[in-house]
């Protein structure tokens, strides 16, 4: 099994991610990550990667300013705020030639769900805690 962990990660990446910019309203990336079923977004300004907005970061945002309102009252307070106030920053990335095994060492360690994958500055895929539970059960 351990020569199987060893496989890259391009290999199980998600490649060409969906992404929002800091500057996009919560409405939008609720309504993406809804209808999506996404659950993490990379967030680039100027083409490089500066945060990621998971799906915990949006209903812990909603949540805390949210409660008692009705679903039209949220929404409206959705459009309010901004990715960059509730994305999670600064952002751990791997390369695209990180093993399986040590991106999920770096989520364990790090507690976090996913990985952007850079190649030379760019965002090249995503790979994330399900991408990665699917290759294992696969083996």
């Not at 907005?53 to 307070?77: D, I, Y």
């Not at 360690?109 to 990985?115: A, N, Q, S, T, V």
């Not at 965002?123 to 699917?134: A, H, K, Q």
């Amino acid at each position: 099994m351990e020569a199987n962990i060893t496989v890259p990660v391009s290999e199980i990446m998600m490649k060409g991610p969906v992404t929002l910019k800091s500057d996009d309203i919560l409405d939008l990336a609720n309504d993406i990550m809804h209808l999506g079923r996404i659950r993490h977004i990379p967030i680039l300004d100027g083409g490089k990667v500066v945060g990621v907005l998971s799906q915990r970061n949006l209903f812990q945002s909603a949540l805390v300013t949210a409660m008692g309102m009705r679903p039209n009252e949220r929404k409206e307070h959705l459009k309010a705020i901004r990715v960059r106030d509730v994305m999670s920053a600064p952002v751990i990335t791997v390369s695209p030639d990180a093993s399986v095994k040590e991106a999920a060492r770096i989520m364990v360690e790090k507690k976090i769900g996913c990985l952007p994958v850079m190649e030379n500055d760019s965002l090249v895929g995503l790979v994330t805690e399900s991408d990665i539970l699917r290759y294992v059960v696969n083996l």
